[in-house]
């Protein structure tokens, strides 16, 4: 028979958005006219629901498809054609109506319920005393739909099909997990090559600049270096100075000699003596400089080059920290993940019996 969805269950209604008959009502009309032995409605079942639904797709284009031949070659009285566009006509649910079978256990309930309803309406009259009418269809049945081994054979097609629906859905469940999780490592890989790419990028910046302050240095070392030969070709200017001094000295003592040899022998012993004290001094002096000269030069070398050797140790210690703390940071990353993620795939394998291995990979982008 068909039923109006008009007596749907109320409480339903506020439960539930989807338009469902109620069985229960169903089975409280009905027993007004005897016990009933069974009631089943195929919309309310998911594994007839679903197969119905399959079936009346593809029936239902062959049916529009001998119906559009027969608009241009004439009409068709074939039986096929009658019995599908009645079955779809009745079996097919709609917003409206539903089918619904009923078995008595007496016979005469059931020609009580075909007498009472046939050519009939149902009224419902609700709490506000408002009455709610709707036409119902009533026939046999005839497609043997309640016979024992029908109910037999849909509880083995929906045992069947519920199987398959879990394993479906667990199929997908799976997919979406695996979806979700890629994600995660497409977005975890991206972050990681953008923080890789900042880095990098600090790290040219740094490059850089370390490049300007050693050249910097290297401009100021030359001028250092300049002032300091500028300085010795100085005191080598002095020295020359000094030594031609001493030697215009030495030529007036030969002249003296030579044009004095009235002066006593001890003045001029004295005179020698004084000059070569005043050479040895000079040269004493001469020495003390360029000793002075070449201490300051290594002195100031030994300091570049000791501020240049602590620069470059200070960069390469910084740059394996900075790497170790990468790497430790991205280990603690992926295990956080993987940890998240480790219980669900553990409790979808037990239920499943599959087993999982989960690696973890550290990813260092320097290649170390």
Same mark, same amino acid.
Do not use: W
């Given at each position: 028979?068909?039923?109006?969805?008009?007596?749907?269950?109320?409480?339903?209604?506020?439960?539930?958005?989807?338009?469902?008959?109620?069985?229960?009502?169903?089975?409280?009309?009905?027993?007004?006219?005897?016990?009933?032995?069974?009631?089943?409605?195929?919309?309310?079942?998911?594994?007839?629901?679903?197969?119905?639904?399959?079936?009346?797709?593809?029936?239902? !284009?062959?049916?529009?498809?001998?119906?559009?031949?027969?608009?241009?070659?004439?009409?068709?009285?074939?039986?096929?054609?009658?019995?599908?566009?009645?079955?779809?006509?009745?079996?097919?649910?709609?917003?409206?109506?539903?089918?619904?079978?009923?078995?008595?256990?007496?016979?005469?309930?059931?020609?009580?319920?075909?007498?009472?309803?046939?050519?009939?309406?149902?009224?419902?009259?609700?709490?506000?005393?408002?009455?709610?009418?709707?036409?119902?269809?009533?026939?046999?049945?005839?497609?043997?739909?309640?016979?024992?081994?029908?109910?037999?054979?849909?509880?083995?097609?929906?045992?069947?099909?519920?199987?398959?629906?879990?394993?479906?859905?667990?199929?997908?469940?799976?997919?979406?997990?695996?979806?979700?999780?890629? +994600?995660?490592?497409?977005?975890?890989?991206?972050?990681?090559?953008?923080?890789?790419?900042?880095?990098?990028?600090?790290?040219?910046?740094?490059?850089?600049?370390?490049?300007?302050?050693?050249?910097? !240095?290297?401009?100021?070392?030359?001028?250092?270096?300049?002032?300091? +030969?500028?300085?010795?070709?100085?005191?080598?200017?002095? !020295?020359?100075?000094?030594?031609?001094?001493?030697?215009?000295?030495?030529?007036?003592?030969?002249?003296?000699?030579?044009?004095?040899?009235?002066?006593?022998?001890?003045?001029?012993?004295?005179?020698?003596?004084?000059?070569?004290?005043?050479?040895?001094?000079?040269?004493?002096?001469?020495?003390?400089?360029?000793?002075?000269?070449?201490?300051?030069?290594?002195?100031?070398?030994?300091?570049?080059?000791?501020?240049?050797?602590?620069?470059?140790?200070?960069?390469?210690?910084?740059?394996?920290?900075?790497?170790?703390?990468?790497?430790?940071?991205?280990?603690?990353?992926?295990?956080?993940?993987?940890?998240?993620?480790?219980?669900?795939?553990?409790?979808?394998?037990?239920?499943?019996?599959?087993?999982?291995?989960?690696?973890?990979?550290?990813?260092?982008?320097?290649?170390?």
């Amino acid at each position: 028979m068909i039923m109006p969805f008009t007596l749907k269950d109320r409480n339903h209604r506020k439960s539930s958005d989807k338009n469902e008959p109620s069985e229960a009502i169903l089975r409280r009309v009905f027993e007004i006219f005897g016990d009933i032995r069974c009631v089943d409605i195929p919309q309310l079942d998911p594994a007839q629901r679903a197969r119905i639904n399959s079936y009346f797709t593809f029936e239902k !284009l062959d049916y529009d498809r001998r119906q559009q031949n027969a608009d241009d070659h004439g009409p068709s009285t074939s039986k096929v054609d009658t019995c599908v566009a009645k079955t779809y006509s009745l079996l097919k649910a709609n917003d409206f109506t539903f089918d619904a079978y009923v078995q008595f256990v007496e016979y005469i309930s059931f020609v009580k319920a075909m007498d009472a309803l046939r050519n009939m309406k149902l009224v419902f009259v609700d709490d506000n005393n408002k009455a709610y009418a709707a036409n119902i269809k009533v026939d046999f049945d005839r497609s043997k739909y309640l016979s024992d081994k029908n109910i037999r054979r849909r509880r083995i097609y929906r045992e069947r099909f519920l199987r398959e629906e879990k394993i479906r859905l667990d199929r997908l469940k799976r997919l979406e997990e695996e979806r979700q999780r890629v +994600e995660r490592e497409e977005k975890l890989k991206n972050n990681l090559h953008k923080r890789y790419f900042e880095k990098q990028k600090k790290d040219r910046f740094r490059e850089r600049e370390e490049k300007r302050k050693i050249k910097q !240095l290297e401009r100021k070392r030359q001028v250092e270096e300049t002032e300091i +030969e500028r300085r010795i070709r100085h005191e080598e200017r002095k !020295l020359i100075v000094a030594q031609r001094k001493l030697e215009s000295i030495r030529l007036l003592g030969c002249l003296f000699k030579l044009i004095a040899p009235v002066v006593s022998k001890q003045k001029v012993l004295q005179e020698l003596i004084n000059l070569e004290e005043a050479q040895k001094k000079e040269q004493e002096e001469k020495d003390r400089l360029e000793k002075m000269n070449e201490e300051c030069r290594q002195q100031i070398l030994a300091e570049k080059e000791y501020e240049l050797r602590t620069k470059i140790l200070k960069k390469y210690q910084e740059k394996n920290y900075e790497r170790e703390e990468y790497r430790r940071e991205r280990l603690r990353e992926i295990v956080q993940e993987k940890r998240t993620a480790l219980p669900s795939f553990v409790q979808n394998g037990k239920r499943l019996g599959l087993s999982y291995e989960t690696k973890i990979y550290a990813y260092d982008p320097h290649g170390d």
